[in-house]
């Protein structure tokens, strides 16, 4: 039996579809989070796919919105048997974006709506880095493709350099810190549990 909610394979999407549908109707987290009666932050964790709402937070985030459930998950379940992306359809991501953080997220799957990895290349300019360390559920590998940066994971902190590797525990916190004088571009690929 195929089911109607496959929300962790589709996380990214589906956070850019929420963030999108906000966007469109003028609407602030604030507002969202007072519709809804969830938190601003966790309505951010959401948009930015590092937490995957449950089926009853789905339907308040969509009630806020002003759709049906089924309407903002509609088509998430797809799967084709191959995608593919060719570089110049590559799909910019916001993601954790600030005036501190300035990093560029290139999704390298966009064009497959059911996935349970998903691949991006991010571009860090110097002097860059997330505010703080964060975790979310799944594991991740990171490769680092040129440049270099500093990988902190709970609280120790590695250099990378071009060609250098990662595959860790996501559930820990850790983000990546840019400190050198040029850009840095590093392959990152996250999965979360399947439900």
């Known amino acids: 039996m195929r089911r109607a909610y496959n929300i962790p394979m589709n996380l990214v ?4 579809r929420i963030r999108a549908l906000r966007i469109d109707q003028r609407l602030t987290l604030e507002e ?5 009666g969830l938190t601003r932050s966790w ?3 959401v948009e930015n796919f590092r937490v995957t709402p449950s089926l009853p937070a789905l339907a ?10 089924s309407k903002l998950v509609e088509g998430l379940d797809e799967k084709p048997a191959l995608t593919i992306v060719r570089s110049h ?14 990093s560029v997220y290139q999704s390298l799957a966009h064009r497959r709506k059911s996935r349970s990895m998903d691949p991006f290349l991010i571009t860090i ?19 680092v493709q040129s440049g270099q940066v500093d990988f902190e994971y709970d609280n120790d902190r590695i250099e990378l350099q071009a060609g250098d590797s990662l595959y860790f525990d996501a559930s820990v916190p850790h983000r990546l810190i840019n400190a050198y004088k040029t ?9 979360s549990p399947q439900a």
């Open 89 to 102: 359809e590559r799909k910019v991501v916001e993601r954790d974006q600030s005036p501190e953080n300035t």
């Open 183 to 191: 850009a840095a571009v590093v392959l990152c690929v996250f999965q």
């Open 32 to 36: 969202v989070a007072s519709r809804t």
């Open 125 to 143: 300019p110097p002097g860059i880095a997330r505010e703080e360390s964060l975790a979310h559920v799944g594991e991740e590998f990171l490769l």
């Open 60 to 69: 308040e985030i969509a009630r806020a919105l002003g759709i049906t459930t």
């Open 13 to 16: 999407e589906l956070a850019e």
């Open 43 to 45: 309505l951010s964790k």
